[in-house]
T-cell receptor, first 115, second 112 residues
């Protein structure tokens, strides 16, 4: 079946512009996660959504970052007033439910370059 | 806070060599431990996991044992292949939490 998909695959933007990154999780998966993979920081958690519960935003690095999940499916990560340090690969993952026994399936990522 | 430390890379081996990638963790309680792999041009995928002390995870000839006394989860394979060339990430999740905490990754290259 279809895996996690993300768009765009690559995004180049100018410093100060806003960007939106999209994630389509595996159908039926109730949990959705965003991570960031950068040279300086490695792989780091940003935010996760589980069903209708309030999202865990504890990993968002600043208030320029926000995310929403509409209808319990598609998610959008928005970065406002982008900075060069936001350049990274943004990964989305989904899992069947809450709990460490449920595997997180990762998408191919969106490579963001801020010039 | 919780953290994961992996051996520094890159690691280069010849085909059929024995592989060990060290991983140690710092965490309270009883985390679940994972190895993820990222093949060239592909997304992260789960390789194996262990959810309690002394559990052994295994997949594709790779093994790792959850050692609480040494807070370690070292990845091993008896005979590597060129197709094992990838970046390997050790990770943990805490009880009741969902976020994965990753190590810095180890790039492995296997030469024929």
């Amino acid at each position: 079946g279809a895996g996690v998909s993300q768009s765009p695959s690559n995004k180049v933007t100018e410093k100060g512009k806003d960007v939106e990154l999209r994630c389509d999780p595996i159908s039926g998966h109730t949990a959705l996660y965003w991570y960031r993979q950068s040279l300086g920081q490695g792989l780091e958690f940003l935010i996760y959504f589980q069903g209708n519960s309030a999202p865990d935003k504890s990993g968002l690095p600043s208030d320029r970052f926000s995310a929403e999940r509409t209808g319990g499916s598609v998610s959008t990560l928005t970065i406002q007033r982008t900075q060069q340090e936001d350049s990274a690969v943004y990964l989305c993952a989904s899992s069947q439910a809450f709990g460490s026994s449920y595997e997180q399936y990762f998408g191919p990522g969106t490579r963001l370059t801020v010039t | 806070g919780d953290s994961v430390t992996q051996m520094e890379g890159p690691v280069t081996l010849s085909e059929e060599a024995f592989l060990t990638i060290n991983c140690t963790y710092t965490a309270t309680g009883y985390p679940s431990l994972f190895w993820y792999v990222q093949y060239p041009g592909e997304g992260l995928q789960l390789l194996l996991k262990a959810t309690k002390a002394d559990d052994k995870g295994s997949n594709k000839g790779f093994e790792a044992t959850y050692r609480k006394e040494t807070t370690s989860f070292h990845l091993e394979k008896g005979s590597v292949q060129v197709s094992d060339s990838a970046v390997y990430f050790c990770a943990l999740t805490q009880e009741g939490a969902q976020k994965l905490v990753f190590g810095q990754g180890t790039r492995l290259t296997i030469n024929p």
